[in-house]
């Protein structure tokens, strides 16, 4: 199962302004760039959420499919506690064939502390 659609980042357009104009944090697996719009938290807009695993992680599409299903599952666990008014893409590296859920689980949460998403934490009290 997916993600709820208001909280799925689908056009390309809105992907490259992430890109573009996002601010970017890491981990050992994934890249995450992030995107606050002001006028979106105004509206309270739920935050969007986007995944990418390139062909240079694995040339299989299964394996690229799995590894999205994942990310998003994790993503799905942290939706009751994100901020409104975000765009995030989230982009696997090459060395994620071999991950599993609990790494991503881990490594979505360290990086969402970071960049100051979710409600109650800010980046200077955990790390």
């Known amino acids: 199962m997916g993600l709820p659609k208001q909280h799925r ?7 490259q302004t992430v890109y573009n104009r996002g601010k970017r944090y890491q ?3 994934l890249v995450m760039r992030v995107f606050f ?9 739920p935050t969007q959420f986007g995944v990418s695993v390139s062909q240079k992680v694995s040339k299989k599409a299964v394996i690229r499919n799995r590894l999205k299903r994942q990310i998003k599952g994790v993503i799905r666990l942290f939706l009751p506690t994100v901020m409104p008014g975000y765009q995030v893409v989230i982009v696997a ?10 790494h991503f689980l881990r490594e979505l949460k360290e990086l969402l ?10 980046r200077e009290h955990i790390l």
């Open 27 to 29: 981990s050992s697996h």
């Open 113 to 122: 502390i970071k960049a100051e998403i979710i409600y109650g934490y800010k």
């Open 9 to 15: 980042l689908r056009s390309p357009k809105a992907f």
């Open 93 to 102: 590296k090459s060395n994620t064939k071999e991950c599993k859920y609990e």
């Open 37 to 45: 719009e002001a006028n979106l938290a105004e509206k309270n807009a």
